[in-house]
């Protein structure tokens, strides 16, 4: 009876513990949906602070990956990168990256575009699904928990499904935290 | 058949009323079922009546042990026999007549036949009439414009997941899998329109993935793929230029194909005939300018869990955009 209370707390505790990888936001609500001008290059702002919108529910939860993997296909990204391998474009499944590994850093480069190539996105993908894609691409390194990234693909497997990518170390992966002292 | 003489059965979602003859050859078996098993029903629970009512005086009394001679036991057997060989016969006319029906439907294939592909999608239908010469290919979305009277075959696959395709008042259940192509025969003998539905759950608004079959005489149906192959209808005035501006401007542009203008993504429905349909969202909706407004601003307050994102714009904007989809006849 005990080992079986057990067992019953056991699972309860799981169930809590996979809440945040199963939760489905569908409607994002209206502000924020749209990106009107990209990221700000500075960080002080005209008119007062902009809010800056939070990325972390994207990267724990498989089904915002999962879309991210749809949109990541749908939106073209695999015309350049391929499915992680690149070509036209590079590679986003290796420890490289010419414009930072960060969350904000990768969001940053879909939504201003980078030179030689990779066009803006400003406008034209609504907030919420650019984390998606990040997080997604993200996944493509192995820099999410494997009971998030994707297990499976849709296409022709070529390579291991991300789920089960090993993770690849980019040299920014620690940033020395920079102290911001007193002038 | 037999059925169908019954009054009251009509509707555009029933198989009840068959307007095709493979619905018809369905119907008929599904009505020599009914009346068989319906008759054992009404004779199994009249016996039942019957012997209640003439032993009712006894319900109280302790039972009497059952008596038996030779001449009940004959009787018994007689009619226990008799029972068994007509359940054996019923059992093989019905068997009989689902071979009949089965055969009647295998047998609908047609070299002639006029194909149509149909796409299942989460959570939409896309349709496309293929033709020899690439630029009078019709794609549309949700809407199957058809003849009357001439055999049609269906080529359907998916794009995701497990789709069903059921136009009950045409057809049976066809599933639709993902790489995967299937064909189904059918004719539609009644113009109208014939309401269908996804029949087999394939994610959160499976219950909101309909379309019409609309089955029209030869010439109306000819003129429909005539204006349908057709390129958008160019904006004529300020506004509707505005609108096209933030069509191409906006998120419409990564997923719409809008024939005639730079937009050519097949992630959603064509709009390039828009508005010549007459629902929007997969037979949610009608399609009229308030709903799409509401539509692309917040389908996901309409249909949550759908591809469509929320669109944040000003009311400018709507109505640009507004007016310019409203042309797109």
Known sequence: MKQLTLIALLLGALTIASCKREQRVFDPGSSGTQVPNGVALNEVHAGGPVSVSDESPYGQSAYAVGEGKRLFSAFNCAGCHNHGGGGIGPALMDAKWIYGSHPDQIYSSIVQGR?????????????????????????????????????????????????????EHPPDENPQKIEKGQP | MILAAVPGFSGNQTSLNPVGPAAGHIESEFALIFWITLAIYCIVLLTFVVYVVRRRHSLNLMPEPLQTTPESDRRAQRWVGGAMVVTTLLLFTMMIGSFVSGHALGSMNRETAYTIDVYGHQW???????????????????????PVGVPLRIHGTSRDVIHSFWAPNVQGKRDLLPGYGTDVMMQVDQPGRWRGQCAEYCGEQHAHMSFYMVAEAGPQFKQWLDQQAQSSVAPSNPQTTRGQQVFLSHACVMCHTIRGTPAGSRVGPDLTHLASRSTIAAGVLPNTIGNLGGWILNAQSIKPGCRMPPNHMTGTELQDLLAYLETLK
């Open chain 1, 115 to 167: 030179p030689n190539g990779m066009p803006s996105f400003a406008g034209k993908i609504p907030d919420y699904q650019v984390w998606e894609l990040v997080a997604y691409v993200r996944s493509l390194s192995g820099q999410l928990p494997s009971d998030v990234a994707p297990g499976r693909s849709d296409e022709i497997q070529v390579k291991k499904a991300e789920q089960a990518k090993k993770k």
């Open chain 2, 124 to 146: 939409w239908w896309e349709v496309h009439y293929p033709n020899d010469e690439p630029d009078k290919v019709v794609v549309t979305a949700n809407e199957i414009h058809v």
